[in-house]
T-cell receptor
Framework: DAEITQSPRHKITETGRQVTLACHQTWNHNNMFWYRQDLGHGLRLIHYSYGVQDTNKGEVSDGYSVSRSNTEDLPLTLESAASSQTSVYFC????????????FGPGTRLTVT | QQQVKQSPQSLIVQKGGISIINCAYENTAFDYFPWYQQFPGKGPALLIAIRPDVSEKKEGRFTISFNKSAKQFSLHIMDSQPGDSATYFCAASISSNTGKLIFGQGTTLQVKP
């Protein structure tokens, strides 16, 4: 069965360190998204991609970057982790032309100390 | 203009009761309104969705009511069950803007047995 996976599921890091969260989907979807989930804020879009070599900034992109070198993967990098980036991060994907039905991964809980 | 406002933040309902979650939006360009359901420790999953050309959509015990003139839509869960206990997110999208969803803040529903 097709799926979307995230790793690691839990991560503790120190302020100032670079952190990369992995996202891998086997749906063969063109669209991929990264969100962060914080209480009271719902899901906020960080970055998104509509295909290989395409990346776009979302609502809360400062301090984050992504790259898309193949269809399956969209890693999220925190260049210099800050305590404000402590959150649960979700990756999602959707088929081209059907962007509204997004399939979410299980999430990564990141703690920055 | 891009915001989707969701209420209440939390909701407690007795088994068999009706759960009602409300959302409001400002951007009249939104033309697709999905609801996502999220269980603890899991990623959100699409529950039901509606387009503004209909005023109501029903799937089993779940109904979306849509009021285009008021720019509001709501989720009704009939005969609520303990298994419905989850966090619910409304969202909105401009379908021509592939894939980007604007999410509400989320509602945590607890159905008491």
């Amino acid at each position: 069965d097709a799926e979307i996976t995230q790793s690691p599921r839990h991560k503790i890091t120190e302020t100032g360190r670079q952190v990369t969260l992995a996202c891998h989907q086997t749906w063969n979807h063109n669209n991929m998204f990264w969100y962060r989930q914080d209480l009271g804020h719902g899901l906020r879009l960080i970055h998104y991609s509509y295909g290989v070599q395409d990346t776009n900034k979302g609502e809360v992109s400062d301090g984050y970057s992504v790259s898309r070198s193949n269809t399956e993967d969209l890693p999220l990098t925190l260049e210099s982790a800050a305590s404000s980036q402590t959150s649960v991060y979700f990756c999602a994907s959707s088929a081209r032309g059907e962007g509204y039905e997004q399939y979410f991964g299980p999430g990564t809980r990141l703690t920055v100390t | 203009q891009q915001q989707v406002k969701q209420s209440p933040q939390s909701l407690i309902v007795q088994k068999g009761g009706i759960s009602i979650i409300n959302c409001a939006y400002e951007n009249t360009a939104f033309d697709y309104f999905p609801w996502y359901q999220q269980f603890p420790g899991k990623g959100p999953a699409l529950l039901i969705a509606i387009r503004p050309d209909v005023s109501e959509k029903k799937e089993g015990r779940f109904t979306i009511s849509f009021n285009k003139s008021a720019k509001q839509f709501s989720l009704h869960i009939m005969d609520s069950q303990p298994g419905d206990s989850a966090t619910y997110f409304c969202a909105a999208s401009i379908s021509s803007n592939t894939g980007k969803l604007i999410f509400g803040q989320g509602t945590t529903l607890q159905v008491k047995p």
